[in-house]
């Protein structure tokens, strides 16, 4: 008789698993916040496009040319980006490169799920610390614990809120260690504090090409901050993360995108107010969001959402008991008559 071992670290046990979504009988899926336009021209293109060779061969060490396309495109010198196997992988890296195990890590409440996670994970401890009633973060709660890491997500999944220009300042000069911003979102708020992350020497600007640009599924990162902290989290992620197709996608995207990008941008953000209109109008404001999609309060939001699904194929991301917000749905923003088609759906599984 064989015994079973126990080989789980003692830290995994109350590790998850993340379980997605069945996909079965989905017509349309606004649950997490991809690009819901599509993918861009030059970089469908170039992934049809590319050569055998690129596949037979590793991808140059550190992505060397995208990180200076990315230089490039982003006004900053390359030694101060790095890229990663989506921004997922960069925040889990850097986690890695700056928190030693038992270290604190604070972040908003809610934030991004997957940074308690990534946390665990590294042997840190979270400490969520909730968020204001006007939605900024708590500047004394967050300081309070004299985190080793800090994390901050502006916009933030999944409130769509900012981080307020006075709290990011002080929390920039007063957090004893590294700032992680995330920047996910930021195409869509059109505010950003990359440019500054170079020369400020413990902040490090995650974004990504899984939002506005349209390309999650290749699964494309990048971080901005001075050579000293990129240095620090390549180590953590290795020569070779980032596929040799992803990065060839990328570079078209970089060069033939934009364009498409910032159109899909525009008329996201303006069917944002639409759909915020039109479910105040349903009795639903929603949270104020920069980003491209709206978090709403709703009692009961989960049946809801699983009567959205059984009714009409559409799934929506539903929220129980979110600190501070109570139960949610978050709904991505996209074209108009998709965002009609989800608005008929929720009054319909609300009557
Ligand atoms: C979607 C998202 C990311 C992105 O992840 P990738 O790994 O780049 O796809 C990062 N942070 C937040 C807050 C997000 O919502």
Request: glycine letters at 8%; hydrophobic letters at 45%; one cysteine or more.
């Amino acid at each position: 008789m064989s015994r079973s071992l126990d080989v789980a670290r003692a830290l995994f046990r109350d590790i998850p698993l993340y379980v997605p979504d069945t996909r079965k009988g989905i017509r349309l899926d606004v649950s997490d916040n991809t690009n819901l336009f599509g993918s861009p021209p030059a970089a469908g293109a170039a992934v049809r496009g590319a050569p055998s060779e690129l596949l037979a061969r590793y991808p140059i060490p550190y992505g060397v040319d995208l990180k200076t396309a990315l230089a490039r495109h982003l006004g900053v010198a390359p030694e101060c980006v790095t890229t990663g196997c989506g921004s997922d992988d960069l925040l889990d890296c850097a986690i890695r490169a700056f928190g030693e195990p038992g270290d604190v890590l604070a972040h908003a409440l809610p934030t991004f799920s997957m940074i308690p996670i990534f946390a665990q994970l590294n042997g840190l401890q979270p400490r969520g610390v909730r968020l204001q009633p006007d939605w900024d973060v708590n500047m004394e709660g967050l300081l309070a614990s004299e985190p080793k890491l800090l994390y901050l997500c502006s916009p933030n999944n999944p409130t769509g809120t900012l981080v307020s220009r006075p709290a990011l300042e002080r929390l920039l000069a007063q957090a004893p260690g590294v700032v992680l911003l995330d920047e996910a979102y930021a195409e869509f708020s059109g505010i950003s504090d990359l440019a500054r992350a170079p020369t400020h020497g413990r902040l490090l600007v995650t974004r990504t090409f899984s939002k506005a640009f349209g390309l999650a599924g290749l699964r494309i990162g990048y971080a901005v901050g001075s050579p000293q902290l990129i240095r620090e989290v390549e180590k953590s992620r290795g020569p070779y993360t980032l596929s040799a197709l992803a990065e060839r996608a990328a570079l078209a995207a970089l060069a033939g995108d934009l364009p498409w990008v910032e159109a899909q941008v525009q008329e996201a953000r303006h069917a944002r107010e639409r759909l915020a209109a039109a479910l105040k109008d349903q009795g639903l404001p929603p949270v104020p969001s920069a980003a491209n999609f709206v978090l709403v309060p709703l009692p009961g939001a989960p049946e809801v959402a699983r009567r959205m699904r059984e009714e009409a194929g559409i799934v929506v991301r539903a929220f129980a008991e979110l600190p501070g917000v109570g139960d949610a749905l978050r709904i991505g923003v996209g074209p108009w008559p998709l965002m009609e088609e989800v608005l008929a759906s929720l009054k319909r599984a609300r009557s």
